[in-house]
T-cell receptor
Framework: NAGVTQTPKFQVLKTGQSMTLQCAQD?????MSWYRQDPGMGLRLIHY???????DQGEVPNGYNVSRSTTEDFPLRLLSAAPSQTSVYFC?????????????FGAGTRLSVL | GESVGLHLPTLSVQEGDNSIINCAYS??????FIWYKQESGKGPQFIID?????DKRQGQRVTVLLNKTVKHLSLQIAATQPGDSAVYFC???????????FGSGTKLNVKP
């Protein structure tokens, strides 16, 4: 019962460093998404994918890149980390049966950029 | 983008009482809504959803009400338990399945 797995759980970066947040799901879901959650705010969509090889931007895509080479994996890349990217990042997947998009979320990655 | 917000940031209830969490949305084209529960240190967990062609939907101890006239939905939790303590989010969608807009959340505290 793995579901959606995110790694790492915690990360501290210095300004300008790059890193990749990993996300993997074992439910054969076509849809995967990345969100960020800032204190006192709801989740905001960064990027999403509707299948392998297909990605699109969400509400706050600047500073982030994604790719989807397999159905299972959807990594999020920070090219040059900035303090404004300090946040909790959640990955989600869904199969959208009949148009109902019940998203299953990972436990999150807590990122601090100094 | 769309605006989805909650009326009350924090709600405290006594164990056994019913809880009502409210959410307002601004996009009249929104046609699908989801309530999520987020416990401390965890990702959001699906509770219940509703489509715009419905006014009410019931689950186990939870009911979602949708009032399209005033663009408002609510989550009712019956016989609230300590395990219900969490932050609750509403999210809305207007056709693009992967573009959901989340409210800022309401924290529910259940007092024993």
């Amino acid at each position: 019962n793995a579901g959606v797995t995110q790694t790492p759980k915690f990360q501290v970066l210095k300004t300008g460093q790059s890193m990749t947040l990993q996300c993997a799901q074992d439910m054969n879901h076509e849809y995967m998404s990345w969100y960020r959650q800032d204190p006192g705010m709801g989740l905001r969509l960064i990027h999403y994918s509707v299948g392998a090889g297909i990605t699109d931007q969400g509400e706050v895509p600047n500073g982030y890149n994604v790719s989807r080479s397999t159905t299972e994996d959807f990594p999020l890349r920070l090219l040059s980390a900035a303090p404004s990217q300090t946040s909790v990042y959640f990955c989600a997947s869904s199969s959208s049966p009949g148009g109902r998009n019940i998203q299953y979320f990972g436990a999150g990655t807590r990122l601090s950029v100094l | 983008g769309e605006s989805v917000g909650l009326h009350l940031p924090t709600l405290s209830v006594q164990e056994g009482d019913n809880s009502i969490i409210n959410c307002a949305y601004s996009n009249s084209a929104s046609d699908y809504f989801i309530w999520y529960k987020q416990e401390s240190g965890k990702g959001p967990q699906f509770i219940i959803d509703i489509r715009s062609n419905m006014d009410k939907r019931q689950g186990q101890r939870v009911t979602v009400l949708l009032n399209k006239t005033v663009k408002h939905l609510s989550l009712q939790i019956a016989a609230t338990q300590p395990g219900d303590s969490a932050v609750y989010f509403c999210a809305e969608n207007s056709g693009n399945f992967n573009k959901f807009y989340f409210g800022s959340g309401t924290k529910l505290n259940v007092k024993p």
